[in-house]
């Protein structure tokens, strides 16, 4: 499966790895959509990292949802 947008292509069904920053970002409108769409393509295999200075517990239960065994690192106050 190829995932294409503007001036984008990528072979999503090789990846290994992915890592997506400013994950609190991608996982609210008007990109959501978008986000999921191509996560929907990634092999269930694929190690996920997805990372954000920020994240309200909207987007943690979004990102609960997206990732296997998920591990939260927590730096400062929360």
């Known amino acids: 499966m190829i995932f294409r947008e503007p001036q984008i292509l990528i072979q ?3 990846l290994k790895i ?3 920053d400013e994950a609190d970002q991608l996982l609210k409108s008007p990109h959501l959509e ?3 769409e191509f996560l929907q393509l990634i092999p269930k295999q694929a190690i ?3 990372f954000s ?3 309200d517990s909207h987007t943690e ?3 609960r949802q997206i ?3 998920p591990v939260q690192h927590v ?3 929360k």
């Open 12 to 14: 999503v069904y090789s």
């Open 18 to 20: 992915l890592i997506l």
């Open 34 to 36: 978008s986000t999921d």
């Open 48 to 50: 996920k990292g997805l």
């Open 53 to 55: 200075a920020t994240m």
């Open 61 to 63: 239960e979004l990102a």
């Open 67 to 69: 990732l296997h065994d």
């Open 75 to 77: 730096i400062g106050l």
